[in-house]
Structures are given as structure tokens and as C-alpha cells.
């Protein structure tokens, strides 16, 4: 079982700059795709972008593209989400997530652990 904390959430005026991160207790996410997910009140759970486990390709929602970035420090254990821009239609939970396979894209059944979420609120 591996388990995934993210960290990094916050309040944040629109136009501003997050950063998210996401700390596995062991080594298995090395070989494994890991991807961010969102959720905002009332609403599913979406893609946000995925990362192989190399560091590439990445893939990101049509939504954030252009103003985060997905990145991974495999020796850290650690995955991260560079926000900037941010609009308050970003609110919501983030989730991080490890892959079944080496990639993943958008499709959560493509994932197998998560972590409890991070809130991130963007004020207008």
C-alpha cells in the first residue's frame, strides 16, 4: 500500500501562484505515470495533468493548460503542480494519484492510490 500526502494548498487572490506537492510513503510511484486531479463542490472529479515516470510525456486539461505545470523529483518520491494564473473556476480539492502503468492520461481508472486532497481556494 502506498500512501500520498499532498501539501501546498491554500487561499489565493485570482492571478496568483500555488504550489502543490505530493510526498509517497515509499518507492513504488517511481516506476508508475502519477497524475493530479480536482474537485470542485458538487461537481466530479476531473483530470488536471499527468506525468510518465521518466518525467514525460506530460499531459494537461485544455482548462489549465498553459498555467500549471506538472513536474516529479522520483529520487524525492515527490510529485508537483506549479499553479500560476490562477482563476477561482480553479477552486476546488486536489488529489494526487499514482498510475497502474509507467504512463497515464486523463482517465481515472487508469490510477490506483490517491492521496486525501489538498484545498485550494482562489478568491475573485
Known amino acids: 500500500q502506498v500512501q500520498l500526502v499532498e501539501s501546498g494548498g491554500g487561499l489565493v487572490q485570482a492571478g496568483g501562484s500555488l504550489r502543490l506537492s505530493c510526498t509517497a510513503s515509499?518507492?513504488?510511484?517511481?516506476?508508475?505515470?502519477m497524475g493530479w486531479f480536482r474537485q470542485a463542490p458538487g461537481k466530479e472529479r476531473e483530470f488536471v495533468a499527468s506525468i510518465g515516470w521518466r518525467g514525460s510525456p506530460t499531459t494537461y486539461a485544455d482548462s489549465v493548460k498553459g498555467r500549471f505545470t506538472i513536474s516529479r523529483d522520483n529520487a524525492k518520491d515527490t510529485l508537483y503542480l506549479q499553479m500560476d494564473s490562477l482563476k477561482s473556476e480553479d477552486t476546488g480539492v486536489y488529489y494526487c494519484a499514482v498510475g497502474l502503468r509507467p504512463y497515464a492520461g486523463s482517465d481515472k481508472d487508469q490510477y490506483r492510490y490517491w492521496g486525501q486532497g489538498t484545498q485550494v481556494t482562489v478568491s475573485s
Open positions: 515509499r518507492r513504488t510511484s517511481s516506476n508508475n505515470a
